[in-house]
T-cell receptor
Framework: GAVVSQHPSRVICKSGTSVKIECRSL??????MFWYRQFPKKSLMLMAT?????????EQGVEKDKFLINHASLTLSTLTVTSAHPEDSSFYIC????????????FGNGTRLTVT | RKEVEQDPGPFNVPEGATVAFNCTYS??????FFWYRQDCRKEPKLLMS???SGNEDGRFTAQLNRASQYISLLIRDSKLSDSATYLC????????????FGGGTRLMVKP
């Protein structure tokens, strides 16, 4: 069964509104969570890495004020797309890893965001 | 040079063929390695971890070559259902997970 739950799986919102996406690890403590976006037929693009209790590390070109990431507990991270625009429409995926150095990544099932 | 590199493909192979992908990594301190499979419009799913001694799971064999800094994935007797994008992931653990993805290799198995 799924070990990482991502919600919602699909969301449609209007321009200017904010959307929050949740990522939960279900049966392990996720010391690190990652957020990605993916355009059709393209590879995953890492947006940010967050370690529990500390500020997220954003990849170059990703606006931290636009994509707010919170990782307040070992089982929950959230990504908020603020003041969404149509160009933010994409597939957003979270993943989580445990604390050991041989921990594989477990992915959420993704959120398809459409901004109208 | 990218930290983790893969040939994007696509690799077009007939059913029953054997196909192999490589993934090179630049950081010699990398410690753990994984292959993921991603189907179109779906999230990646763990296919297998890659162990130093090499490991096999059915038709899939993964190998690690630390000296040359690459991992490989071999698929024997390809099935139509193997068509997907295969991503390698490298973990350079340093007081926390630092996981880096390759860009993925697209495989298309034809009847």
């Amino acid at each position: 069964g799924a070990v990482v739950s991502q919600h919602p799986s699909r969301v449609i919102c209007k321009s200017g509104t904010s959307v929050k996406i949740e990522c939960r690890s279900l049966d392990f403590q996720a010391t690190t969570m990652f957020w990605y976006r993916q355009f059709p037929k393209k590879s995953l693009m890492l947006m940010a890495t967050s370690n529990e209790g500390s500020k997220a590390t954003y990849e170059q070109g990703v606006e931290k004020d636009k994509f707010l990431i919170n990782h307040a507990s070992l089982t929950l991270s959230t990504l908020t797309v603020t003041s969404a625009h149509p160009e933010d429409s994409s597939f957003y995926i979270c993943s989580a890893a445990g604390g050991a150095n041989n921990s594989p990544l477990h992915f959420g099932n993704g959120t398809r965001l459409t901004v109208t | 040079r990218k930290e983790v590199e893969q040939d994007p493909g696509p690799f077009n192979v007939p059913e029953g063929a054997t196909v192999a992908f490589n993934c090179t990594y630049s950081n010699s301190a990398s410690q753990s390695f994984f292959w993921y499979r991603q189907d179109c419009r779906k999230e990646p799913k763990l296919l297998m971890s890659v162990y130093s001694s090499g490991n096999e799971d059915g038709r899939f064999t993964a190998q690690l070559n630390r000296a040359s800094q690459y991992i490989s994935l071999l698929i024997r007797d390809s099935k139509l259902s193997d068509s997907a994008t295969y991503l390698c992931v490298v973990n350079t653990y340093n007081a926390g997970n630092m996981l880096t993805f390759g860009g993925g290799t697209r495989l298309m198995v034809k009847p």
